[in-house]
């Protein structure tokens, strides 16, 4: 097993910038893709961006594409989330995640690890 824990969130005005880190501890992380979800309040849970175990394959959401960077530092045993020109529509507690196929998954369903969230909140 191996467990997550987000971290990184805060306030930051629209066209800011932040990064969010997601540790992981336990089995190899190496072992695992990794994925970033979002929720806004009343809304379902959305897929973000994705990335393999190897990096070579990333995924993102349209909304995000051009905003937002996934990346990963198997020696670190962490995952990030650089997410530029923010929007208030990104508002939203981010989730990191992770499950030990090989495929970059966009479903939750997918994914068996979860962190405890991260809240984000952009301001007009």
């Known amino acids: 097993q191996v467990q997550l824990v987000d971290s990184g969130g805060g306030l930051v005005q629209a066209g800011g910038s932040l990064r969010l880190s997601c540790a992981a501890s336990?089995?190899?992380?190496?072992?695992?893709?990794m994925g970033w979800f979002r929720q806004a309040p009343g809304k379902e849970r959305e897929f973000v961006a994705g990335?393999?175990?190897?990096?070579?394959?990333?995924y993102y959401r349209d909304a995000v594409k051009g905003r937002f960077t996934i990346s990963r530092d198997n020696a670190k045993n962490t995952a990030y989330l650089q997410m530029n020109s923010l929007k208030p529509e990104d508002t939203a507690v981010y989730y990191c995640?992770?499950?030990?196929?090989?495929?970059?998954?966009?479903?939750?369903?997918?994914?068996?690890?979860w962190g405890q969230g991260t809240q984000v909140t952009v301001s007009p």
């Open positions: 995640a992770a499950h030990e196929g090989l495929r970059v998954g966009v479903l939750s369903t997918w994914y068996n690890y």
């Open positions: 336990g089995r190899t992380f190496s072992a695992y893709t």
């Open positions: 990335i393999s175990w190897s990096g070579g394959d990333i």
